[in-house]
């Protein structure tokens, strides 16, 4: 059986869709992916984000723990409160998971890791954390709601506590502040401004059903997926996973290489990679007339097959259908992509899609 977050019956009397997603039963629209994905754009929506993990990691070991764990570098977080995204890779080099990590003291980092990756990834951070002096802690005693759009931060800052409602709204992106219950970083998944809020459980329906007073529009996975994918934010399972690496994923800016001496996990075989070249791009789709573009669908130059769909949909946001894709290093800008037997063309563009409520991707001759 599905497993159930602390806002299940709240979805339910919302009147939300339900469906299993990653083991846990998540609503995918309140009535119109549409619109709900436009109040994000324009206006506030918000996600429940309870089915993440929260994930604490104490001890004096920490900072040298995550700079072996992580593709990123730690050693970046020198403001406490600074957040750093990160894949987390096994010796390969391929993606256990995606995820950001909070500096917020010398020994206490915050990560919050992916729903379905949960279990494996706890797991394999037990698994390396032996040789350190680090204590990790599951903080399943939280929940999570992200609030996102140009006035979610406006919207939700009545809601704070006083003590640090100041601290949140000064926040710069990728930042967060906390007063040791709650938890505001200025962090998402959409591609616009806002908070992810972390507070204790049994406090998350009443900022639910408060944000829902103040004007916020709750949200689902459909618009949850596709501002992710207009904003060319990978997900993980589809654009990445354990078999392919971080360089491959769109995600080389993530990799710190540098300094030579920082022996992360996976650091041997992406160098490898990197010597033996031909890497393939990862990069965006626009489809040049009617159909959708979906996961999985393949790529042609001509009749050579050059790479497969990773992420695809309609945009709410171009009113077109886009796409993000793995492809061949040396394949042409004049693509054909096969949907159900018919080829049709496709124009390769720069991600992201949109941001920031603006289409950002050159569309013209499209």
Same mark, same amino acid.
Not at 261 to 281: C, H, M, W
Not at 290 to 298: C, E, I, M, T
């Given at each position: 059986? =599905?497993?159930?977050?602390?806002?299940?019956?709240?979805?339910?009397?919302?009147?939300?869709?339900?469906?299993?997603f990653?083991?846990?039963?998540? *609503?995918?629209?309140?009535?119109?992916?549409?619109?709900?994905?436009?109040?994000?754009?324009?206006?506030?929506?918000?996600? $429940?984000?309870?089915h993440?993990?929260?994930?604490?990691?104490?001890?004096?070991?920490?900072?040298?723990?995550?700079?072996? /764990?992580?593709?990123?570098?730690?050693?970046?977080?020198?403001?406490?409160?600074?957040?750093?995204?990160?894949?987390?890779?096994?010796?390969?080099?391929?993606?256990?998971d995606?995820?950001?990590?909070?500096?917020?003291? $010398? @020994?206490?980092?915050?990560?919050?890791?992916n729903?379905?990756?949960?279990?494996? =990834?706890?797991?394999?951070?037990?698994?390396q954390?032996?040789?350190?002096?680090?204590?990790?802690e599951?903080?399943? =005693?939280?929940?999570?709601?992200?609030?996102? +759009? *140009?006035?979610?931060?406006?919207?939700?800052?009545?809601?704070l506590? @006083?003590?640090?409602? =100041? #601290?949140?709204?000064?926040?710069?992106?990728?930042?967060?502040?906390? $007063?040791?219950?709650?938890f505001?970083?200025?962090?998402?998944?959409?591609?616009?401004?806002?908070?992810?809020?972390?507070?204790?459980?049994?406090?998350?329906?009443?900022?639910?059903?408060?944000?829902?007073?103040?004007?916020?529009?709750?949200?689902?996975?459909?618009?949850?997926?596709?501002?992710?994918?207009?904003?060319?934010?990978?997900?993980?399972?589809? @654009?990445?996973?354990?078999?392919?690496?971080?360089?491959?994923?769109?995600?080389?800016?993530?990799?710190?290489?540098?300094?030579g001496?920082? $022996?992360?996990? +996976?650091?041997? #075989?992406?160098?490898?990679?990197?010597?033996?070249?031909? /890497?393939?791009?990862f990069? !965006?789709?626009?489809?040049?007339?009617? +159909?959708?573009?979906?996961?999985?669908?393949?790529?042609?130059d001509?009749?050579?097959?050059? !790479?497969?769909?990773?992420?695809?949909?309609?945009? *709410?946001t /171009?009113?077109?259908?886009?796409?993000?894709?793995?492809?061949?290093?040396?394949?042409?800008?004049?693509l054909?992509?096969?949907?159900?037997?018919?080829?049709?063309?496709?124009?390769?563009?720069? /991600? *992201?899609?949109?941001?920031?409520?603006?289409?950002?991707?050159?569309?013209?001759?499209?």
């Open positions: 059986m =599905d497993r159930k977050t602390i806002l299940n019956q709240t979805h339910r009397d919302m009147g939300a869709r339900m469906v299993p990653g083991g846990w039963d998540m *609503p995918v629209h309140y009535g119109s992916q549409i619109e709900e994905h436009h109040a994000v754009r324009r206006d506030a929506g918000m996600f $429940d984000v309870c993440m993990t929260v994930v604490d990691l104490h001890g004096a070991g920490v900072r040298d723990f995550l700079g072996r /764990l992580l593709a990123n570098d730690v050693a970046k977080l020198k403001v406490a409160g600074k957040a750093l995204y990160s894949c987390m890779l096994n010796p390969d080099g391929g993606v256990i995606d995820l950001i990590v909070y500096f917020l003291r $010398d @020994d206490w980092f915050r990560m919050v890791v729903a379905a990756t949960t279990e494996k =990834d706890l797991a394999w951070i037990a698994q954390a032996g040789d350190f002096d680090v204590r990790v599951a903080r399943h =005693d939280l929940g999570m709601i992200a609030v996102q +759009g *140009p006035n979610a931060r406006a919207k939700a800052a009545a809601l506590p @006083d003590g640090l409602r =100041d #601290a949140a709204m000064a926040l710069k992106p990728f930042s967060a502040a906390h $007063d040791g219950a709650w505001v970083g200025r962090t998402g998944y959409t591609g616009e401004d806002g908070f992810e809020i972390i507070v204790p459980k049994d406090q998350t329906v009443a900022l639910w059903n408060g944000l829902a007073g103040a004007g916020v529009q709750p949200c689902g996975l459909g618009a949850r997926d596709t501002l992710r994918l207009e904003a060319g934010m990978n997900l993980y399972g589809a @654009d990445m996973d354990e078999a392919q690496s971080p360089l491959a994923s769109g995600l080389a800016w993530t990799v710190a290489l540098e300094p001496t920082r $022996d992360f996990i +996976g650091r041997s #075989a992406l160098e490898k990679q990197v010597t033996a070249g031909n /890497l393939p791009t990069g !965006g789709l626009v489809l040049q007339g009617r +159909g959708v573009l979906r996961s999985h669908q393949k790529l042609f001509g009749d050579r097959e050059v !790479g497969e769909i990773t992420s695809g949909g309609f945009s *709410p /171009l009113e077109r259908s886009i796409a993000m894709a793995r492809i061949e290093p040396g394949a042409g800008s004049a054909e992509v096969d949907i159900r037997g018919r080829r049709l063309p496709v124009a390769r563009v720069k /991600l *992201p899609f949109a941001r920031n409520g603006k289409v950002v991707v050159e569309l013209d001759g499209i």
